[in-house]
Structure formats: structure tokens, C-alpha cells
């Protein structure tokens, strides 16, 4: 029983355009939401994250949306960036920091 | 702050074999969390600690799998009699655990085990 799904396995994207990443979550639970990217061969990196407080979590090019009631966030990149071409982990959080993951999507970003 | 630390980046094996690996959490982070990945799928939660506390274990975790914190510092995590399905990486990561319950994990670069 998966808690965090990411659907889309892969998203290509034209340099300089808006990537959308989504993510959708069944566990009430939890209140704290969490973008990783990854490269390979290396650990996850932390992006950007958002409380169950807030709907939307700015920081320069990236920009996490959460819809509660939908069980839904996503998070846009704009403009990408060819650097961006990594593998895009949603994880949440409830009662203690253990994060549960999706399975990634791997972004390309064309030049 | 040098970060999370995993040694070895590598490990081959052949089955039947122990094996053990080691992560250094960032200085003066209470709680350490092994993950473990397997291709295509997200990182999966084995367990954790908080200081040298063991205070969850995923079922992932089967009696052959023993993860230690001694002294509340760096952890190793020990796999007897290692089988293929084994195979896959290993993360580390570490929090603060000062009371802030939203906390974001720092992860080191894994253990990459491949047992034969």
C-alpha cells in the first residue's frame, strides 16, 4: 500500500519552460511535505518542503503547492534548467520526522 | 559541518557473507534513520534512532538485518547471511531531533551493496 505516489515515472521538458512534478498522498496523517532531488550514485538532496499549514512554499526557481483536500502537491520549477535533470523524490512526514517516499520521477530538461 | 558520511560507497559480496557498513550522522543531530533503495523505487525506512536509542523498526528489517548506535554517534548497520534480493543502496541520514517534528532528513551518498 504506497502512502506517496508519484504516477508519472518521467517528464522531459524544454530548457527555460515550467517542469510540474505532482505527487498525491492517501495518509491523513501527515502534515509535512518534502521535495528530494537526486543524482545517481548519490544520496538524496533536499529541495524545498512545505507544513500542512500552508498551500504554497516559495524559494527562487522552485515552488511547492499543497492541496489538502485533494491529498495533492506539486512542485513547479521555472525557469528549468538542463542542471535540473535528476530524479524528483515527494516525501511526507506525520507524527515523527520518518519520511515516507514516492518513487520518483527523473526530469530531463532539453537544451 | 562535513555533512552524513557513508563508508564503504561500495560493497560485493557473495551470498552467505556479513557485511557491515558504517554512517557518521551531521555532528550534534540526535536522530539517524537508515533508508534503503532499490531500483525504481523511493527510499524505504528501515529504522531509526534518536541518540543511541532504537526507537522504530520497519518490517523490512528481518532478523538478519541489526543496526547499532552506540554512544549516540555514528551507527553501523550489519547484514548475516546476505542474500540476492539484498542487493541495493544503503542511505543514512540524519535530523536534529530538538523537538521540531517537521524536520527535513540530511542524507550521505549510501552504501551501494551487490551480493552475488
Known amino acids: 500500500d504506497q502512502q506517496v505516489k508519484q504516477n508519472s515515472p518521467s517528464l522531459s521538458v524544454q530548457e527555460g519552460r515550467i517542469s510540474i512534478l505532482n505527487c498525491d498522498y492517501t495518509?491523513?496523517?501527515?502534515?509535512?511535505f518534502l521535495w528530494y532531488k537526486k543524482y545517481p550514485a548519490e544520496g538524496p538532496t533536499f529541495l524545498i518542503s512545505?507544513?500542512?499549514?500552508?498551500d504554497k512554499n516559495e524559494d527562487g526557481r522552485f515552488t511547492v503547492f499543497l492541496n489538502k483536500s485533494a491529498k495533492h502537491l506539486s512542485l513547479h520549477i521555472v525557469p528549468s534548467q538542463p542542471g535540473d535533470s535528476a530524479v524528483y523524490f515527494c516525501a511526507a512526514s506525520g507524527a515523527n520526522s520518518k519520511l515516507t517516499f514516492g518513487k520518483g520521477i527523473t526530469l530531463s530538461v532539453r537544451p | 559541518d562535513t555533512g552524513v558520511s557513508q563508508d564503504p560507497r561500495h560493497k560485493i559480496t557473495k551470498r552467505g557473507q556479513n557485511v557491515t557498513f558504517r554512517c557518521d550522522p551531521i555532528?550534534?543531530?540526535?536522530?539517524l534513520y537508515w533508508y534503503r533503495q532499490t531500483l525504481g523505487q523511493g527510499p524505504e525506512f528501515l529504522t531509526y534512532f534518536q541518540n543511541e536509542a532504537q526507537l522504530e523498526k520497519s518490517r523490512l528489517l528481518s532478523d538478519r538485518f541489526s543496526a547499532e548506535r552506540p554512544k549516540g554517534s555514528f551507527s553501523t548497520l550489519e547484514i548475516q547471511r546476505t542474500e540476492q534480493g539484498d542487493s541495493a543502496m544503503y542511505l543514512c541520514a540524519s535530523s536534529s531531533g530538538y523537538g521540531n517534528l517537521n524536520e527535513k532528513l540530511f542524507f550521505g551518498s549510501g552504501t551501494q551493496l551487490s551480493v552475488l
Open positions: 495518509n491523513s496523517m501527515f502534515d509535512y
Open positions: 555532528s550534534e543531530h540526535n536522530r
Open positions: 512545505i507544513s500542512s499549514i500552508k
